[in-house]
């Protein structure tokens, strides 16, 4: 069973053959949880793919927001992004020192509506185990146009979860580890209840990807995943998580096997786990 969207990955082979093509543009785009050092910015000064930009997941985002993360406005994304030298036209190919930020950011742009985007398959990791070139210089300053054009069918907000619940429509799939997602293991953000919302499925994010190599699972081994978890692929899906990143691996997954009908639900837990009235679930998921 091939992918349905073979183009959304790349290969470290295709990438090195085309470091410098004037149509394409590397980003890393790594993440790590506040407190984590070194930082992702700090590995990116260190050593990167020789040309790439660093995508800031924390500053390119809504810094207004008491909440981590969450899609900035399109005017401040597409004024980001431009002065990266990311624009219309350009085929952007993303990576990071592990799957979950490159898929964070391939969501977020494909949210503003540039589908030419791709994750280098394997990432950082495999680039480095490979021997290929790593450069500590930042990237040439560029300017270029950046069209957003906000796609709101694969965001979901809490009023929108809140409603899935009375009336079910979207499967909802959690993507954190099974003790977060059961409530017996802490969360990583302090002040958050434990559990998950009602009605969750649950599939852990680390499930889709080969743990030797860090890259993406075969289709037929990912789509058996998604069916072992519950999920019914004739049906539309809303992925969760901590906040909003590992639901995005999820999301890559489902666009893979060539599921049309995927939303990222933005605060994730740590909105929903905030303090307050939210319904909230523990223990294994129904099914």
């Not at 910015?41 to 990167?48: L, N, Q």
Request: proline share 8%.
């Amino acid at each position: 069973m091939p992918y349905a969207h073979p183009e959304t990955l790349v290969s470290t082979d295709w990438l090195a053959q085309r470091l410098g093509a004037p149509d394409i543009r590397v980003v890393d785009a790594s993440f790590k949880l506040p407190g984590v050092t070194p930082t992702a910015r700090e590995d990116y000064v260190a050593g990167h793919i020789p040309g790439a930009a660093f995508f800031d997941i924390d500053e390119i985002s809504d810094t207004d927001s008491d909440l981590p993360h969450m899609l900035p406005s399109p005017e401040k994304f597409a004024a980001r992004v431009r002065k990266m030298g990311l624009g219309d036209g350009n085929r952007i190919v993303l990576y990071g020192t592990s799957l979950p930020g490159a898929a964070r950011v391939w969501w977020t742009f494909r949210a503003f509506g540039h589908r030419d985007v791709a994750i280098l398959d394997g990432g950082f990791k495999k680039w480095q185990a490979e021997g290929r070139p790593v450069d500590d210089l930042p990237a040439p300053p560029r300017d270029r146009h950046f069209t957003a054009r906000f796609n709101s069918l694969i965001v979901r907000d809490k009023a929108q979860v809140l409603a899935n619940i009375a009336e079910p429509k979207a499967q909802l799939l959690d993507a954190r580890a099974k003790g977060r997602f059961e409530g017996t293991a802490p969360e990583p953000r302090a002040g958050l209840r434990s559990g998950h919302i009602p009605g969750s499925l649950h599939l852990d994010h680390l499930d889709l990807v080969d743990a030797a190599t860090g890259t993406l699972k075969p289709a037929e081994t990912i789509k058996a995943a998604f069916e072992d978890a519950g999920i019914d692929l004739a049906r539309p899906v809303v992925t969760t998580c901590g906040s909003g990143v590992t639901a995005s691996v999820l999301a890559l997954g489902l666009h893979l096997i060539g599921h049309r009908d995927v939303a990222v639900y933005d605060g994730s837990w740590s909105e929903w786990g905030l303090p307050g009235d939210h319904p909230i679930e523990t223990g294994p998921a129904r099914r």
